[in-house]
T-cell receptor, first 117, second 105 residues
Framework: GAVVSQHPSWVICKSGTSVKIECRSLDFQATTMFWYRQFPKQSLMLMATSNEGSKATYEQGVEKDKFLINHASLTLSTLTVTSAHPEDSSFYIC?????????????FGPGTRLTVT | RKEVEQDPGPFNVPEGATVAFNCTYSNSASQSFFWYRQDCRKEPKLLMSVYSSGNEDGRFTAQLNRASQYISLLIRDSKLSDSATYLCVVNKLVFGAGTILRVKS
């Protein structure tokens, strides 16, 4: 149990276009999901906390108008990178909070590798 | 000072060796601690939570030292499959940069 999927697993897009990444909790409901970005040989950096039915909470330095987050249901959160630029190329990982286990554990999606040319 | 710091390694050890990593944290009010494992180009997977009294799961032992503000992970009888990057996580959302472990035959 506690499976989180992401789609797409990798994407290449041209500079200036927008890319949407989906994060789904497949066998549990997640009122809270998290979006991270990881550059090569660096740690995961929390970008934002996605709350079902309300606005996302963004970390300092993350532009909310550039990284649009929508958490419309208990099993789906989406991250849209708008007007992507080469510096947005990174590994984007989501995680979902599984409160049902009683231990409030996070489960990660497999990640989406974005390359902007 | 970074909120969570780890020695990036790599730690190169032979099979069967015992290896230990430390991770220091700056926020003395931190309440929850975890070790995650991340394989190359994959998502992190929870290895174990770290409890105040220390805890063990098979070959893996985790310890918390609140006075010195660090957590540790000890791996006994290293296997080739233990080769990965080990991330310490504080308060569920703050990740260290990871320690690379390479176990060689």
């Amino acid at each position: 149990g506690a499976v989180v999927s992401q789609h797409p697993s990798w994407v290449i897009c041209k500079s200036g276009t927008s890319v949407k990444i989906e994060c789904r909790s497949l066998d549990f409901q997640a009122t809270t999901m998290f979006w991270y970005r990881q550059f090569p040989k660096q740690s995961l950096m929390l970008m934002a906390t996605s709350n079902e039915g309300s606005k996302a909470t963004y970390e300092q330095g993350v532009e909310k108008d550039k990284f649009l987050i929508n958490h419309a249901s208990l099993t789906l959160s989406t991250l849209t990178v708008t007007s992507a630029h080469p510096e947005d190329s990174s590994f984007y990982i989501c995680s979902a909070n599984h409160a049902g286990t009683g231990r409030n554990e996070q489960y990660f999606g497999p990640g989406t590798r974005l390359t902007v040319t | 000072r970074k909120e969570v710091e780890q020695d990036p390694g790599p730690f190169n050890v032979p099979e069967g060796a015992t290896v230990a990593f430390n991770c220091t944290y700056s926020n003395s009010a931190s309440q929850s601690f975890f070790w995650y494992r991340q394989d190359c180009r994959k998502e992190p997977k929870l290895l174990m939570s770290v409890y105040s009294s220390g805890n063990e799961d098979g070959r893996f032992t985790a310890q918390l030292n609140r006075a010195s503000q660090y957590i540790s992970l000890l791996i006994r009888d290293s296997k080739l499959s233990d080769s990965a990057t080990y991330l310490c996580v504080v308060n569920k959302l703050v990740f260290g940069a990871g320690t690379i472990l390479r176990v060689k035959s």
